[in-house]
DNA sequence: AATGAATGAGCATTCATTCAT
DNA sequence: CATGAATGAATGCTCATTCAT
């Protein structure tokens, strides 16, 4: 997961500022893109000098470490409370689509993020947490659907990895144009995308 | 759409080489994003000097202007075909799936750039394009879905936007993942998607 | 004039430090051309590297700029200053050629850029100060110069235009062979350039 | 004086081809500046390929020496013409000028040129024949000077030197303004000005 | 905690020049 | 004679990072 902070500087810092600094950072990110964000944008954001961010981290990179880090586990927090609950796989996918829009309201830029430098970042060894994450995340999710299509719940004409791949993405796409405090709660979101997932947005015959 | 180039040498280089360093640009930009792409990373992969792709292009971002605008110069040459055919909601949505998968298939790199970039590229005039095309888009897809809702095709107890951003994520956020020459073919992806999108992924009761 | 910097950072940044740096590159303009001049020989002679100097300049260019500017800022507080004395029309020509030497005293350097450069620089929106300079200073020059002619101070059987070319040239391009600290003093100087003005350099018959 | 060309291509090349190519370059020199002209613009302006200008000239220097030398050739050949005369002081100083606005309207964009960049190409040993040129025009100017004040022709009270830079700024800068076809011939320039330096502008008491 | 000033590596771009055709 | 395509060195500039204060 996240390389521990080496420097003494950053254990002294208070908490709070850190976790500021860190949502700033992650709303720029999330705006601009990584690689296209400057230190400077985030300490203007910040009302600070550019020089000065180093004071509560090493480098860019490990802000950015922090972000996607804190993100995933809260989230595997989340999953692996569902995963636990011993539901059968229909309930087991409504609750981790749940849990997930949950999590794009909380953490949206961290989402977004995670969403456009991911795939990239993986190929870092200080990222490859990333890459860990994916695989648990698609051992969670195609096992449950695999698990429903033996269960005769879902269907067992489709390519179940192109289904994964489908219900996937559907979620997390959802991160690019949510927006937390707009109209829909996350668990309205998720109940609307569950049912077209589920049901499919034709007409029934 | 694309600002044309003004300088003859542009438009007299021979045509052929110019297509096949913009794909090695997309390729590249794909994969490493556009502002992470530098642009002797393309002409390494060109197997030239970074210096010499400015024989042939003004810039690196009217390599991006170009590899975008020719994309969407095609994907609505297709869309348009689909629209002016005049087939009822549900055969338009099939068709304009369809194309997508192909339109993916031939611009994969043009498309995950497309995914990738578009946001944060729309603010500049030079590609005030792609806001018109993403436009002209909501309201194909949109409309159709709406004409479907009211001629009963589609259901209408969901939200007709949140089901227009369902069906247009889950299609395009395909090209992150689709590769060519894969074990499907487009039109068999289509077929996939289009049978989940339509009727869910549930057993029906 | 100058376009006032906006980031907070230049005008923070110690005035002292900011006008030696100036001075620096005006010494450097001067000896080889803006445009021959690389930035990088500006902080070699500034004893730091080329990035450094923009911390405290937004660009060569804006460099140029206030030298440029700070340069007419002073002169035409001079000039203003001789024009608004109310003097007779030789009197105002002695006063004007007297400041002038003084202002290629102050700034060489400047004075030698402005020389080079204003011409083509002039075409540049961010310059058009040096054209309302110059058409300044065309019309106190010319206008002293006719008032003189109709007073019967100046001979009425010159071309007034050529004369204030003649005058004007005489004037600044001393700046070119002019060093400071050197045998004469910039009131002598303005003495016996006055006396060949004026009087010409054959003996009178 | 110009290093000889060591390419038989050179040879080869019809000359009055390369007469309008320098011809094409000085212009463009004049007007922007020799650094800051482009082989591209040159190449443009004369209606072909940059790299076509290489046919003919060995490279972008060689075309302002071939510029700068042929004017300095013909210059001489007219001032050795009137110092061979055994004219007077005053007549000399005459000749010498006229013959100036001569060249100036024969050479106005190589004046331009040699005015301009005199200065610090004279430190190049290609270019040391500038620095040789500009010692005999100084000595011819400068002997004329002082033998007019030993003659009692020019007078005695101003520093030579002084005098000598006068007259000389005077004549050459008026290359910057000076345009071929305008309202004054070169002749009645030279007598305006020769006017204005021997015998002042103000009015005789 | 934060600033001011600097570093140094890297980047997009320009441009004189070369050369096979 | 001229073109098309490329080279390679240099240029202005950016930016993450450092560090004394």
Redesign the pocket.
Known sequence: MPTDSKKKTQV???PG?RRELLDTAAEVFAAQGYNA????KIADEAG?????L???FD???SMLDEILSTFLDELWQGYDAVLAAGLGPRETIEALVTESFREIDRHRAAVAIYQKESRHLAAQPRFHYLTDSQQKFEKAWLGTLERGVADQVFRDDLDVRLTYRFVRDTVWVAASWYRPGGQHSPEEIARQYLSMVLDGIAVRG
Do not use: Q, W
């Open positions: 002294t810092a208070s500022r964000t400057t230190v400077r600070m000098l550019a020089g000065s180093y004071y509560h480098s860019k990179e």
